[in-house]
Every structure is written in C-alpha cells, then in structure tokens.
C-alpha cells in the first residue's frame, strides 16, 4: 500500500507537469489532473490539498535540479564546446519546467512565496554567467571589459527568463513547443562578439548545428 | 460644453494613465479613476463604456506614438550619437506606457484584441533594429553578418519589450521606477561588440553618461 501510495503521490506530479507545459498552468484545474489520472478528485486532495501544493512541489524540483546545474563544479575545466552543452542543458531544465516561464510575472503574483526563491535563481544565475565569462577571459578565448561582462550577464539571463513568454506571445497558438535550440543560438549570439579570433566562425558553427531552429522560424 | 466634454475625456486618459503606471493596471478599477478625477462614475462611463475602452485608447496612442517612430525618416541620416538617441526616445515611448510591459502576457490575454496589433509593432522593431544595422555597416561604423544582425536585432527586441517587467520581478517593490537609462546602456552593450575600433571606448562612454542608472542598480 505505501508504495501504490508513493506511486500515485508521483503520477500527480508528473501529469501536473505534463498538463501545465501543454494547457498553461492557469488553464489547469485538479479536478483536469484527476480527470487526467482518472482517480478521484478526493484521492488527489489526499495526496496534494489543492493546485497551489502541487506547483510548490514542482517548484521544489525545478529548484533544487537548476541550483545543481548552477553549483556544477564540472563548469570550471569546461573547454568552448562544453561551454556550449552546458548551455543547452541549462535550457533543457527550463523546457522541463516551461509552465513556470509562460507568464512569469503573472505566476509570482499568483504564488507569491515563489518570488523571493525565483529571484535567488536568478541572481545565481547572473553570477554563473558572470563567472564562466570571467573564466573565459582567464582561459585566453574571450577578451571582455568587466563592465560588458556586466551588461553581458544580465543580458544572457533576460534571454534565458523570456525566450519562451516571446514565443508564447508572437505566436498565433498560445502553447508553442519550445525551440528552445533557437533560444541556445541567440544566447549564443551574445557571447561570441566577444570570443577570440574563432568569434564568426563559432557563431557561423552555432547557425549550422542549430539550423532546425533558425529554419523553423516564421 | 463641448470643450469640457473633451477636456474630461482627455483628463479620464491621462489620470488612468498614470494610475495605471503607478499601481498596475489590474489592480485599478472605473471606480478608482473616477475617485481620482473627483467626478462620478455615471460621468466616466459617459465617456468610456469601462476600462477596457480607456485601456484600448492608451493603447491607441501608444501604437500611434511607437509607429511614427519607427517610420521616422529621419535615422537615415543618423550619426553614432543620434543613433544612440534615437534608442533613448524610443524608450521614453515604451516608458510613457509602462503598464503594458509591466506583465505584458496577461495584459495581451485579458486583451486579446491586441495581441495581433502588439506583435505588429514586435515586429516592425524587429526590421527597424536591423535596417539600423545594416545602414550602420553600410555606415562603415559597424562589422556584423547578416546572421549576427539577425541574431542582434532580436536580442535588442527582447531586451526593451522585458527590461521592465524583470525590473518588476526582481525588485522587492511591486511597482519600481523605471530606470531606462540601465535599459538604454544594456541595448547599447548588445550593439557594442560589433562597432569598429570605438567598440571599448564607446560602452565606456555608454558607463559614464548613463552612470545613474548603473548607480543606482542594487
């Protein structure tokens, strides 16, 4: 029985997800998610009381899987092309969790304990930036004044925080899938101005390996 | 009577206005903006049949106001600096009319009329910043591919349709002043990197003129 219990304790978060990444997180009501199971609206209570508990404990894990992402000591030998992969997996965790990014302002208003806990991300997240372009100034492949590492950062971390709201709002449909290859590329774009001699031909590589993305823009 | 009728029309829009940028929109009702004037809701509604007329008209006026800037003739003939103000007057415009960046994905779904006019005007920003890059390597004053510019132009975008609402995020205030110098140094930085030989000396100047708005950053 405890672990039929764990087990739909489990499913409820990852239908939760599912449905909120589709439909958008304000569409979705627990009575979709027990639909959805097809279990009771009262078993579902038993396991989350009400929608709230079930995007905290979402939140939770989109938290605690970036803040290892973000505390990754692997980031400090990375060469260029793991620069790269470290990017894309970065972006692969806010893809998982893009509910979260659809209409941010709007979720932290409705969540508002959420607020604090989302701007802790994003300071680290400016912080990473900041020192991984430090770290390329250091490793010899970038040349960048600590003032455009600055502005570099904060830029970086805008891209990463509204990519998919963009999405969301210059297309016609309301959920588009994530290109989120697209959103690595335009990251991208702003590092490698700055890059060392390689500068073109890397952006030049970026639009060939990411090319779905850029041919499947309108 | 026809003068004062059109002197509480307009005095309707420009209180909402400013209700609206102080407060949030949402967060404003007829009633409020009829306390303000100090005249009676039945008197309001003569004019404005709700808030969505009077947010349909700032609306109006915003697109009008952003268009003639965008079809302004006169950056073609822009040097390095006028490009620079030209950038600033845009911001004013996008300052004057902060409400609608302010959490621009549910303003565009409680409105959704104006999520086609909205991306229209995306859009064209989109082309201007481009066309603007293009004259500038023409110009002889920047280096750039056509791949980079597009990447550029997009970047420029995202970063003056999101610059308010992440200060709105990360700020523990609901409603910050807007700091658009900090938003015109960050566009200038995307730009930077790409300007011929000035590059460094030309975000440094960016630092130094707009210094309060790096001041006054947390």
Chains 1, 2 share one sequence.
Not at 32 to 48: A, T, V
Not at 114 to 126: C, G, I, P, Q, T
Not at 184 to 203: C, D, G, K, M, S
Request: glycine fraction near 4%; charge should be negative.
């Amino acid at each position: 029985v405890a672990e039929k219990k764990i087990k739909t304790r489990e499913r409820i978060v990852l239908v939760s997800l599912e449905l909120f990444n589709d439909k958008g997180e304000p569409n979705i009501t627990t009575i979709d998610i027990s639909n959805e199971l097809e279990i009771s609206p009262g078993n579902l209570y038993y396991h989350y009381q009400g929608k709230e508990a079930i995007v905290n404990e979402l939140f939770a894990r989109f938290e605690a899987e970036m803040q290892a992402l973000l505390d990754s000591p692997l980031r400090k030998t990375l060469g260029l092309a793991e620069y790269w992969v470290y990017l894309q997996v970065i972006y692969e965790c806010i893809h998982r969790y893009r509910f979260l990014y659809r209409d941010l302002a709007d979720l932290l208003t409705r969540y508002h304990r959420l607020k604090n806990r989302f701007n802790l991300l994003l300071s680290r997240m400016v912080r990473v930036c900041t020192e991984t372009c430090e770290e390329m100034v250091t490793a010899g492949v970038m040349d960048a004044h600590p003032n455009e590492i600055e502005a570099l950062a904060e830029n970086m971390v805008m891209t990463m925080t509204y990519w998919y709201g963009f999405q969301v709002i210059r297309s016609r449909q309301s959920h588009p899938e994530a290109d989120i290859d697209r959103a690595i590329y335009l990251t991208v774009a702003l590092v490698a101005p700055y890059l060392h001699e390689t500068q073109r031909n890397f952006l030049q590589d970026a639009a060939d390996l990411y090319k779905n993305g850029l041919l499947d823009q309108p």
